[in-house]
């Protein structure tokens, strides 16, 4: 079966520091895996995508992420926090059925940037 | 990407009324999908539309409390029936894009709060 855990449910970093978002999977195939972003009272927003190619994901707005098979993660990194990064972030991994992929969700992790 | 509208974007209804939230794509699209977020909860799917066929429930949803239509391939409505202010959530659409079905591309949500 397919899941997909975030591993905190909050992250609070400081202005121009790293950051690094959590998240390990469970697939009983390789996964397509994606992290989305949803800012206050916002649409989700596509961040980046994994989908077999390679394992170091480059997104939008300076985020990466890396697939690693050995450690089932998929973390979300961003070298320097920007106060406009604040949101919360949902990674999700897909289960094919009935013909097509579904998206699972994690719970989100919810990103603070203080200056 | 497909670019994703929503109506209404928020509504305050009375328990007992129903609500129908419609969704429009500016291309069209093979399968749409709608998700419920709760307050502070990441995402559900609650059941698939595909255009000309009955639509596809997740476990614990079913058509009389969530009918969906999908006349063509750029719309879809989904209405919360019998409304209850556990029902209060964020209701959105999303479609699929490119030839691996793979990806979603979400609209940004209406916000439904029941009293």
């Known amino acids: 079966a397919q899941s997909v855990t975030q591993l905190d449910s909050h992250v609070s970093v400081s202005e121009g520091t790293p950051v690094l978002l959590r998240c390990n999977y469970s697939s009983s195939y390789s996964p397509s895996l994606f992290w989305y972003v949803q800012h206050p009272n916002k649409g989700l927003q596509l961040l980046l995508k994994?989908?077999?190619?390679?394992?170091l994901v480059k997104g939008i707005n300076g985020f990466e992420a890396e697939f690693k098979k050995s450690e089932t993660s998929f973390h979300l990194t961003k070298p320097s926090a920007h106060m406009s990064d604040a949101a919360e972030y949902f990674c999700?991994?897909?289960?094919?059925?009935?013909?097509?992929?579904?998206?699972?969700f994690g719970a989100g992790t919810r990103l603070a940037v203080h200056p | 990407s497909a670019v994703i509208s929503q109506k209404p974007s928020r509504d305050i209804c009375q328990r007992g009324t129903s609500l129908t939230i419609q969704c429009q794509v500016d291309s069209q699209v093979t399968m749409m999908f709608w998700y419920r977020q709760q307050p502070g909860q990441s995402l559900t799917l609650i059941a698939t539309a595909n255009q000309g066929s009955e639509a596809t429930y997740e476990s614990g949803f079913v058509i009389d409390k969530f009918p969906i239509s999908r006349p063509n391939l750029t719309f879809s409505t989904l209405t919360v029936s019998n409304m209850s202010p556990e029902d209060s959530s964020i209701y959105l659409c999303s479609v699929t894009s490119g030839v691996l079905y793979n990806e979603q591309f979400f609209g940004p949500g209406t916000r439904l709060t029941v009293l």
């Open positions: 994994y989908t077999s190619a390679a394992t």
């Open positions: 999700v991994v897909t289960f094919f059925s009935g013909g097509y992929n579904k998206l699972i």
